[in-house]
């Protein structure tokens, strides 16, 4: 296909139509930046549209924001999910549609079904490739997230598995016994949906998150999770299986054979299931980022690549130190972050935009005060 050459310079490209993405816009529009574009390989909201039918957000909504709180799964001063959706668990494809809404609402210039394959710097300019165009832009934004990209050669055999990114839905699945592994948030969503269907269900993890004494949610597991596991069919069909390492997974022609770092073997009729997290799309940003030792961009007190200015990342990728900012409530904290950090180097008056972000929690400047006990992180 002929790759269509755009001689237009937008001011901002994002890439990714899912909550990092679609609030970050709105923080340009906010900042008083309107010569943007987003990208998205699929269109708004298509990662949360993927979910397993059942999956729900472990945080609450609540219509808090009269009350000066941001209603925690909002990306946007003065939206509150809960209020609009009436849910407090929205499932993934209500809350796209909120994405979808919301998009529609504040005229977010979104282009879908592409992906961007390569971004480079040419004289001060991003440009960036995917198969039918090349877009320019003095700034990038990633917000490509993480689910599209999960983790799947972890061990011997690991691609045997479906990882539960991959489900559509838990009802009706194949089986009476199912093995799962990986035992955080995505793994007891699954064995407690398996076991209100009466499947008995083995978790398995290398450490045992359901026993973490963090008080931070990036690690420990949410109440919403904990008050499931006391669920009686979870008590009755779920056995846990805390600090196991699996070494490999085989098919005997049969039977599906999980054996452990110890040696031992759990079998299952059907495909075991792999909650193992996400590799994340950062992958693919080797040009463009330096790296931490712990694989995850090296990022400057704006959320700029150290090496590339005018290279932005937002969404749960985003690491300082040891802070982890995986989940909406966390990530939105650093929206007006780079969004004031474009419109400054544009030379817009930013002032009443940091006030009012700050007052709304969406303009994290300071990390000193976030560990465990610290209520924003
Ligand atoms: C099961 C589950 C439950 C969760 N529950 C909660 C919760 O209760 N509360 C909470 O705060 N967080 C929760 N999270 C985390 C939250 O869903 C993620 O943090 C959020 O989806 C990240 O949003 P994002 O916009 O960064 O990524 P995504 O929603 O994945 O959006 C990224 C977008 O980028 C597009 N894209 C990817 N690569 C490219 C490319 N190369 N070119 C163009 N487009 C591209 C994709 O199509 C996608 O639309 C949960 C996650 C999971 C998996």
Redesign the pocket.
């Known amino acids: 296909m002929a790759i269509e050459k755009n001689s237009q310079v937008f001011d901002v490209v994002i890439?990714?139509?899912?909550?990092?993405?679609?609030g970050v816009a709105i923080s340009l529009l906010h900042a008083g930046i309107d010569n943007f574009q987003i990208?998205?390989?699929?269109?708004?909201?298509?990662?949360?549209e993927s979910?397993p039918a059942e999956?729900r957000?472990?945080?609450p909504s609540f219509p808090s924001n009269s009350i000066g709180m941001l209603d925690?799964?909002s990306i946007a001063i003065g939206v509150s999910p809960a209020f609009v959706m009436k849910v407090e668990?929205p499932t993934g494809s209500e809350y796209a549609q909120h994405l979808k809404d919301l998009s529609k609402f504040f005229e977010l210039p979104v282009i879908g079904n592409?992906?961007?394959?390569k971004i480079e710097k040419v004289n001060a300019i991003f440009h960036l490739t995917?198969e039918k165009t090349v877009l320019k832009s003095k700034n990038v934004i990633w917000?490509?997230?993480?689910?599209?990209y999960p983790s799947v050669n972890i061990f011997e055999g690991s691609e045997l598995c479906h990882h539960?990114?991959t489900i559509e839905k838990y009802n009706g699945m194949e089986g009476d016994e199912i093995i799962i592994i990986g035992g955080y948030?995505?793994g007891i969503?699954a064995a407690y949906h398996l076991a209100k269907q009466s499947k008995k269900v083995s978790v398995f993890d290398i450490n045992s998150p359901w026993e973490e004494s963090s008080s931070d949610p990036s690690v420990a597991l949410?109440t919403f999770s904990y008050e499931r596991m006391q669920d009686s069919s979870f008590k009755k069909n779920v056995d846990l299986y805390p600090k196991t390492k699996i070494k490999s997974v085989n098919f005997n022609g049969e039977l599906y054979e999980v054996t452990t770092d110890q040696g031992k073997i759990f079998k299952s009729k059907v495909k075991p299931l792999l909650a193992s997290g996400f590799e994340g799309?950062h992958k693919?940003l080797s040009n463009l980022f330096d790296f931490r030792d712990d694989g995850f961009p090296l990022l400057n007190e704006k959320d700029e690549s150290t090496i590339l200015p005018g290279m932005f990342l937002?969404?749960?990728l985003v690491r300082h130190d040891n802070h982890i900012f995986?989940?909406?409530?966390?990530?939105r904290q650093r929206f007006g972050i780079v969004a004031q950090a474009i419109a400054s180097s544009m030379g817009l008056e930013t002032d009443e935009f940091i006030a009012g972000y700050r007052l709304w929690g969406m303009y994290l400047d300071d990390l000193s005060c976030c560990g465990q006990e610290c209520l924003t992180c």
Request: charged share 15%; glycine share 12%.
């Open positions: 890439v990714g139509a899912g909550a990092a993405g679609v990208v998205d390989r699929n269109g708004v909201g298509s990662s949360f979910w999956t957000f472990i945080t925690l799964n668990h592409t992906d961007i394959t995917s917000a490509a997230g993480e689910y599209q539960t990114a948030e995505s969503d949410s799309s693919f937002c969404g749960p995986c989940f909406i409530y966390k990530y």
